[in-house]
């Protein structure tokens, strides 16, 4: 499935200090994505000028943030209303600057120094090691995100919304990262702790699910998902390969055909509908996807045109039509030449009555071939030719590389020559 390139909009909320220090303004917790790799500028843009807007708001002396609503209302967990001291809040403030700044090293370098700080406050350990993970984040090192987001959560000490954000980020990148036993705890823990459905969380377990290839419950989380983010294809197409492994083919195909329509410049929505179509054997409908696919020029990849000629290839009368996707893909350098390739042509300039063709394939076939079905098939194409002496020379590679029956390419050699 696809990579979601997107970076969350996470930053600090609140540097509570004493000493008439003001209380900075949250960050609006964006949209997240199924498998996001956190990393898009856009995203970072957006973080950092959020976070400019709250420092200038904290600069005027004695102001307070206004009061924004609770992302999570209804969850479990008591807010700390955990505060820095006046020395740990300048420390903050530094860092949220750092932040700001864009210098992603230099906002590890110093969470680091509060982290190993015996007099810092755990709040302040916890503050800092969330914005470190953004740091760790931007300079994509998501192993040392994780073990940030890991101290901070694990602190307890954060308010909700700044603990729940990392907990649900945390998920997300244990998705990227490949562990989806731990993604899928993850975002079970913050569903439970929440009491929430978010839709993001829902995508991202049902993400988890489908890594895990159980299929059916995947589907099951990823239906409300879908419905909440509508505009969200990449969770339609893993929605509907996901009812398809469940054996619900045909609610699979019209989510597909849905996404498919919506989105014809989209090469992965078209290609798994092609691949639906593959999977419930309606290779018309299959076929007729990959060509318009190809005639808009979203065949890129081998595995494109290799799905499209082997296709063709296995469908009565499509022998022109092999030839062209295969002779296309090898001019644009895309289609490397192999065993499977000259045999698909061979055989279709053979039963195209392009004979000489045929034969200049099947000799650039049998080498490449783990026995010697091509030389094979390439004597009983001399035979009937009655180009004897050839056939004979065919067989006898075909022999030497090796047949389950011999008997045949026996008899060949043992023709009469005329």
Do not use: C, W
């Not at 075909?398 to 045949?408: E, R, T, V």
Request: aromatic letters at 6%; charged letters at 25%; proline letters at 3%.
């Amino acid at each position: 499935m696809k990579s979601f390139d997107r970076r969350q909009q996470l930053l600090a909320a609140a540097v509570a200090a004493l000493a008439g220090v003001a209380t900075l303004a949250p960050v609006a917790h964006a949209q997240d994505m199924t498998d996001t790799s956190s990393t898009s500028p856009a995203g970072r843009r957006a973080a950092r000028e959020k976070a400019k807007q709250a420092e200038q708001a904290a600069a005027t002396k004695g102001s307070t943030a206004a009061p924004t609503a609770a992302r999570y209302p209804n969850a479990t967990r008591k807010d700390p209303q955990a505060k820095a001291s006046a020395k740990g809040a300048k420390r903050l403030q530094s860092l949220v600057e750092l932040y700001n700044g864009k210098k992603d090293a230099e906002v590890r370098a110093a969470a680091d120094a509060i982290i190993a700080d015996a007099s810092a406050t755990p709040y302040e350990k916890a503050f800092a090691a969330q914005l470190a993970a953004q740091g760790a984040i931007g300079a994509q090192d998501y192993d040392a995100a994780l073990k940030y987001i890991g101290t901070a959560v694990d602190a307890d000490i954060l308010d909700n919304d700044q603990h729940f954000t990392l907990m649900l980020q945390r998920a997300q990148l244990q998705v990227q990262a490949k562990d989806y036993n731990g993604a899928l705890a993850s975002a079970q823990r913050f569903l439970d702790d929440t009491k929430s459905n978010d839709p993001a969380a829902l995508a991202v377990k049902g993400n988890a699910l489908y890594r895990l290839n159980r299929y059916a419950e995947a589907a099951d989380v990823l239906t409300p998902a879908v419905a909440a983010q509508p505009d969200r294809d990449d969770l339609k197409q893993l929605l509907a390969d996901s009812l398809r492994r469940s054996g619900k083919a045909d609610e699979a195909i019209r989510i597909a055909e849905q996404s498919a329509a919506g989105n014809p410049g989209d090469k992965r929505a078209q290609f798994n509908l092609a691949q639906n179509y593959i999977q419930t054997k309606q290779y018309d409908k299959a076929v007729a996807t990959l060509e318009r696919m190809r005639q808009s020029g979203q065949l890129t990849d081998e595995t494109d045109y290799r799905q499209l000629f082997s296709l063709y290839a296995n469908m009565e009368g499509k022998e022109k039509e092999t030839i062209a996707v295969i002779n296309e893909g090898l001019s644009k350098g895309v289609l490397k030449p192999d065993y499977n390739v000259y045999l698909s042509l061979a055989q279709s300039y053979y039963y195209s009555d392009q004979v000489e063709k045929a034969i200049e394939n099947y000799n650039k076939a049998g080498p490449l071939g783990k026995d010697g079905t091509a030389y094979y098939n390439l004597a009983v194409l001399l035979k009937n030719e009655q180009r004897i002496p050839e056939a004979k020379a065919a067989a006898q590679k075909a022999l030497d590389k090796g047949l389950k029956n011999s008997a045949d390419a026996k008899k060949i050699l043992a023709t009469p020559s005329k």
